[in-house]
């Protein structure tokens, strides 16, 4: 028989087990993007810190975020290509712009800095399609007088996975090629004419980093950590823009988001003298109604955290806040979309 002071100290254990129970940490989890990993990891980090819930982020590609989110086997998505409105409303889904970044061709010649070489839509497109073969073509050597450019071949290197990066990059090409328009498109998956395949951005900027005469293109934010040479590049308005914050800022300006069904809106080839003409959005896709109503409310709190306390660590990144008009309009909608099992809205 158990003496009332064993089970005095059972209870007692067992209550310490309860309690360590109850303030557990909760993960949330999500999947997507990768045009988006530097920034959604240091989040995740600095959150972690300051709330012990952990968010888990697996960068698997925009096409992957899309299919796991809509298997409601994450608690959010993340991809770099928005849905329309007809989209969401047939997965049951919001989504909303959580940062907005760009996208850049890097390149691997020898005694070529960063920022240095500069296409224009046209070429890029051309190279892209096979047609320019060499770095010493014309087409090329007219737009950089002042380089001395090697007759070695182009080594293409593009995504082999689904990738909201393909899209706005293919996006870009279509709207300034019409024989890429007509040819190839523009899709988070395309069939390339040529070139070396790789996974994610991780893997196109290892490619271009270890093959001489490479081009490939990558969010920015890859190019700078791998110290790849960023190409610049001929905007609409005909002005020379290399990428970073300030032509990303310059092109997401005057973006009409509270005219946009479903935050649905693209950056590409945005009118300014100072925009990067591949800037783009990344998206967060939630379930209107979630299966896991507890996952779902941390995780509006970590991006609500994000866009409060998070605009520094994204700029160190080279990647733009979104502005606090449009915070409010993303806010509201999580306000009257986002509804637990009986219809009641997650947040008060």
């Not at 989209?87 to 919001?94: M, N, V």
């Not at 290399?242 to 973006?255: C, M, W």
């Amino acid at each position: 028989m158990i003496s009332k002071a064993s089970r005095l100290i059972l209870h007692a254990a067992l209550a310490a087990i309860l309690s360590v129970g109850s303030a557990r940490a909760l993960d949330i989890s999500g999947a997507g993007a990768t045009f988006p990993l530097p920034i959604y990891a240091k989040w995740a980090q600095s959150y972690s810190k300051e709330t012990g819930n952990r968010v888990n982020y697996q960068s698997i590609g925009s096409g992957g975020g899309i299919r796991q989110i809509k298997a409601r086997t994450v608690t959010f998505g993340a991809s770099d290509q928005p849905l329309t409105a007809k989209e969401l409303d047939a997965a049951g889904l919001i989504q909303w712009p959580q940062v907005v970044g760009g996208v850049t061709p890097v390149v691997n010649l020898d005694g070529v800095a960063s920022n240095e070489l500069v296409l224009d839509g046209a070429t890029l497109a051309r190279i892209f399609l096979g047609e320019i073969k060499l770095w010493n073509d014309p087409a090329i050597r007219a737009l950089n007088p002042k380089i001395a450019l090697p007759a070695t071949a182009i080594v293409v290197v593009h995504r082999s996975d689904g990738s909201g990066t393909t899209f706005c990059f293919t996006d870009y090409l279509a709207r300034v090629s019409a024989d890429w328009k007509e040819k190839v498109g523009a899709n988070v998956a395309v069939e390339w004419p040529l070139g070396l395949g790789a996974k994610g951005n991780e893997g196109v900027a290892n490619n271009v980093a270890t093959a001489k005469g490479a081009i490939g293109y990558v969010e920015y934010a890859y190019a700078k950590q791998n110290k790849l040479a960023a190409v610049s590049l001929v905007n609409r308005d005909g002005k020379v823009v290399a990428p970073g914050k300030e032509s990303f800022e310059a092109a997401a300006a005057n973006a009409d988001w509270a005219g946009a069904p479903g935050f649905f809106h693209l950056l590409t080839e945005q009118p300014g003298a100072a925009s990067w003409p591949i800037a783009a959005a990344t998206f967060i896709l939630l379930p209107k109604q979630p299966q896991d109503a507890a996952a779902a409310l941390e995780a509006l709190k970590f991006f609500d955290w994000a866009f409060s306390k998070g605009a520094a660590a994204a700029q160190e990144l080279d990647f733009e806040p979104m502005p606090a008009s449009v915070v409010t309009l993303i806010r509201k909608s999580w306000a009257a979309n986002v509804k637990d099992a009986n219809g009641k809205p997650l947040l008060n």
